[in-house]
């Protein structure tokens, strides 16, 4: 994508801890912002999403965050599960775009 | 169907062979997008309908590439005279709203081209 990206590509928790999954983008008429879930051999899954009028919203083990300030977007998840394994991507909507821009991805796994 | 049906799942085309890939959407969603995804990125925009009009199509990389729905529902990616570089993850998407809300995306087709 060609104004979102993700600080680190791997990222490996122990089962039961949190996780948080970092993204900067650099394009300031975003408005909306969303994580996705994908698995391997299936589409992009949505997982929660944020408005740009918004700094936090919590969903069901999920908590995104988003600083405007610093154009910082996070994902944390509670008490990973083994089904968290994926890899997850922020995407952007930019604000009279018909088109969300992705992150390159991080790859979550989850150790027993 | 409840979700969105993309086929075939993959696909092996000889470099120069033309393909198409075709996406159900969840019936009655107005919005349906095209992305591309290589191997280890994230999803690429490629074109955007609102019922039968394109509204989009900025991201189609070359003109080898076209994309259609001509009654608002079922569409087709066509590629043709395929090259080695399109080989990826063809992605499907559909909305019930008119923009970038409430996606469902399909499992994609994986082209590849030998």
């Known amino acids: 994508g060609e104004s979102v990206g993700l600080h680190l590509p791997t990222l490996s928790v122990q089962e039961g801890d949190n996780s948080i999954i970092n993204c900067a983008y650099s394009n300031s008429a975003s408005d909306y912002f969303i994580w996705y879930k994908q698995e391997s051999g299936k589409g992009p899954q949505f997982i929660i999403d944020i408005r740009s009028n918004m700094d936090k919203r919590q969903g069901q083990r999920v908590t995104v965050l988003l600083n405007k300030t610093v154009k910082h977007l996070s994902l944390q998840i509670a008490a990973t599960q083994p089904g968290d394994s994926a890899v997850y991507f922020c995407?952007?909507?930019?604000?009279?775009?018909?088109?969300?821009?992705f992150g390159q991805g991080t790859r979550l796994t989850i150790n027993p | 169907g409840a979700g969105v049906s993309q086929s075939p799942r993959y696909k092996v085309a000889k470099r120069g062979q033309d393909v198409a890939l075709r996406c159900d959407p969840i019936s009655g969603h107005v919005s349906l997008f095209w992305y591309q995804q290589a191997l280890g990125q994230g999803p690429e925009f490629l074109t955007y309908f609102q019922n039968e009009a394109q509204l989009d199509k900025s991201g189609l990389p070359s003109d080898r590439f076209f994309a259609e729905r001509p009654e608002g529902s079922v569409s087709t990616l066509k590629i043709q005279r395929t090259q080695q570089e399109d080989s990826a993850v063809y992605l499907c998407?559909?909305?019930?709203?008119?923009?970038?809300?409430?996606?469902?995306f399909g499992s994609g087709t994986r082209l590849t081209v030998v």
């Open positions: 998407a559909s909305s019930s709203t008119r923009g970038n809300y409430g996606y469902t």
């Open positions: 995407a952007e909507n930019i604000i009279g775009a018909q088109k969300l821009v």
